[in-house]
């Protein structure tokens, strides 16, 4: 069964996208096989791996979240995407924009993307969540269908502004639609080590967050090539190997993995006895 992590924050430009996009590539590239679902209706996260054009794929997230709503299955053929880089995809564009309106009238509306991820959690080993930058029923929904949430936090002014609010939406979430949620933890991302704003709010950080937070060893360098990539329809991986960036996220994924292993052998043990 898949481990599910939502890469998540209310902020827009705090690297939700190149987070899950640069979390997805080295998960594939440690052999582990990746579904990266869009819940963006930007659709960064597809034009990340090449789909710029709604026009190459037949079906979204936007006929997913309609698919179960309606009770009406979907051709799982037709809609996972599939990457150069060994990355599925579930794609998103700016039809799930609307969506939010029939959410609303939805039974059980915070429960749809779950209900889809359920049908595909033992294709994988992990299933990775862009979220949109809100607190509305998308966000809500990818939190509800996630075993983990990881937060990025910009290392720029105000980049912890609306932390509070995010986190009480994460407790909510735990305490009355998924109790199994954990924060895996705040990655600190665009750092400059070279000026001391960007160390003071990483120390910030740290320090009023890290006692009842995990705050990631590794932060996320600033990289003009990490911008690029976004570009380019290619993960930094691809576009980047060997740049300080992809360094960064690469020690960042080993994380990841070395805690979902940690997590899977005391849960093996626990069943054992």
Same mark, same amino acid.
């Given at each position: 069964?898949?481990?599910?992590?939502?890469?998540?924050?209310?902020?827009?430009?705090?690297?939700?996208?190149?987070?899950?996009?640069?979390?997805?590539?080295?998960?594939?590239?440690? &052999?582990?096989?990746?579904?990266?679902?869009?819940?963006?209706?930007?659709?960064?996260? !597809?034009?990340?791996?090449?789909?710029?054009?709604?026009?190459?794929?037949?079906?979204?997230?936007?006929?997913?979240?309609?698919?179960?709503?309606?009770?009406?299955?979907?051709?799982?053929?037709?809609?996972?995407?599939?990457?150069?880089?060994?990355?599925?995809?579930?794609?998103?564009?700016?039809?799930?924009?609307s969506i939010?309106? !029939?959410?609303?009238?939805?039974?059980?509306?915070?429960? $749809?993307?779950?209900? /889809?991820?359920?049908?595909?959690?033992?294709?994988?080993? /992990?299933?990775?969540?862009?979220?949109?930058?809100?607190?509305?029923?998308?966000?809500?929904?990818?939190?509800?269908?996630?075993?983990? $949430?990881?937060? !990025?936090?910009?290392?720029?002014?105000?980049? $912890?502004?609306?932390?509070?609010?995010?986190?009480?939406?994460?407790?909510?979430?735990?305490?009355?639609?998924?109790?199994?949620l954990k924060?895996?933890? $705040?990655?600190?991302?665009m750092t400059?080590?070279?000026?001391?704003?960007?160390?003071?709010?990483?120390? &910030?950080?740290?320090?009023? /967050?890290?006692?009842?937070?995990?705050?990631?060893?590794?932060?996320?360098?600033?990289?003009?090539?990490?911008?690029?990539?976004?570009? !380019?329809?290619?993960?930094?991986?691809?576009? &980047?190997?060997?740049?300080?960036?992809?360094?960064?996220?690469?020690?960042?994924?080993?994380?990841?993995?070395?805690?979902?292993?940690?997590?899977?052998?005391?849960?093996?043990?626990?069943?054992?006895?």
């Amino acid at each position: 069964m898949a481990e599910v992590i939502a890469i998540a924050n209310q902020k827009g430009g705090v690297g939700k996208t190149m987070t899950s996009v640069s979390l997805s590539a080295c998960l594939a590239l440690h &052999d582990k096989k990746v579904l990266l679902v869009d819940l963006d209706p930007q659709g960064h996260s !597809t034009k990340a791996f090449g789909y710029y054009d709604s026009s190459q794929y037949p079906l979204s997230m936007r006929d997913v979240i309609l698919s179960v709503i309606q009770d009406i299955p979907i051709d799982k053929e037709q809609l996972i995407l599939h990457s150069d880089e060994n990355v599925d995809i579930v794609p998103s564009n700016i039809s799930l924009a609307s969506i939010n309106a !029939t959410l609303e009238s939805a039974m059980c509306r915070e429960t $749809v993307v779950k209900r /889809f991820i359920d049908t595909v959690r033992e294709d994988y080993d /992990f299933i990775v969540i862009d979220t949109n930058p809100s607190l509305d029923n998308l966000p809500i929904n990818a939190l509800t269908a996630s075993d983990k $949430v990881i937060i !990025t936090v910009q290392a720029e002014p105000y980049g $912890v502004e609306g932390m509070a609010d995010l986190l009480k939406s994460i407790n909510m979430v735990k305490n009355n639609l998924n109790h199994y949620l954990k924060i895996e933890g $705040v990655l600190i991302t665009m750092t400059n080590e070279r000026t001391n704003l960007s160390k003071k709010i990483t120390n &910030d950080v740290r320090r009023n /967050f890290g006692s009842h937070i995990n705050i990631f060893d590794m932060t996320i360098p600033r990289c003009t090539r990490a911008a690029e990539s976004t570009g !380019t329809g290619q993960s930094i991986f691809m576009y &980047d190997p060997k740049g300080s960036a992809t360094k960064a996220y690469n020690a960042f994924t080993k994380e990841v993995i070395l805690n979902a292993e940690k997590e899977h052998k005391r849960h093996k043990n626990t069943f054992i006895r």
